[in-house]
């Protein structure tokens, strides 16, 4: 089963358009790509998700690299209410979904 | 359409007493999970189902039981519980392909004591 890697943390500054990375070089040809979001004091929620071309919806867009070896989670105008751990996962065989650390974002006022 | 139910929301127990966390969803969902997450950290699979009647084990099944008597339901059972326990579980569920993804509960807060 595909890993993903994700930086620990990163910090926006309010309004601005916030890109959060995660590496996914094991992913398989047939492998979905999401994103959930977890707010402070919440279970997870979904963000969006993908398989080979960009996505967009009411929340963000995601970016998926040619090579699907990477994407991106794009946040098109940082608010305050942003502020959360974002995970990117692969689907492990039988569509079981394993989280890793995440990546905390800060939105700077 | 409620969603995905978790009872109870906040329970105490002291070590060695079991009990059951109640898990529900009405979107007619094959797939459920287990998670718990611990303080500062990320969400750990504890066990998982399928289908009715179908369980398996995640990352962290010792000390857990779960069953799957119905599609709408999936409880997981604290054996006898002991401090290292002490976490946030989610229950969440999905339809079965990977285009799909989860719904998650809004969680119950175990503390053993």
């Known amino acids: 089963d595909a890993k993903t890697t994700q930086p620990n943390s990163m910090e926006s500054n309010e309004e601005e358009p916030v890109h959060l990375p995660c590496n996914h070089s094991?992913?398989?040809?047939?492998?979905?790509i999401h994103w959930y979001r977890q707010l402070p004091s919440q279970g997870p929620e979904y963000v969006i998700h993908?398989?080979?071309s960009n996505v967009n919806n009411r929340m963000a867009s995601l970016a998926i690299a040619e090579d699907r070896k990477s994407s991106t989670l794009i946040l098109h105008r940082a608010t305050l209410r942003d502020a959360a751990v974002y995970y990117c996962?692969?689907?492990?065989?039988?569509?079981?979904?394993?989280f890793g650390t995440g990546t905390s974002l800060t939105v700077i006022p | 359409n409620a969603g995905v139910t978790q009872t109870p929301k906040f329970q105490v127990l002291k070590t060695g007493q079991s009990m059951t966390l109640q898990c529900a969803q009405d979107?007619?969902?094959?797939?459920m999970s287990w998670y718990r997450q611990d303080p500062g950290m990320g969400l750990r699979l504890i066990h998982y189902?399928?289908?009715?009647?179908?369980?398996d084990q995640g990352e962290v099944p010792n000390g857990y039981n779960v069953s799957r008597s119905t599609t709408e339901d999936f409880p997981l059972r604290l054996l006898s519980a002991a401090p290292s326990q002490t976490s946030v579980y989610f229950c969440?569920?999905?339809?079965?392909?990977?285009?799909?993804?989860?719904?998650f509960g809004s969680g119950t807060r175990l503390t053993v004591v």
């Open positions: 969440a569920s999905s339809y079965s392909t990977g285009d799909y993804g989860y719904t």
């Open positions: 094991t992913i398989s040809g047939t492998d979905y």
């Open positions: 993908g398989l080979t």
């Open positions: 996962i692969l689907p492990h065989t039988g569509n079981q979904f394993y």
């Open positions: 979107m007619n969902h094959e797939y």
């Open positions: 189902s399928v289908g009715a009647g179908i369980t």
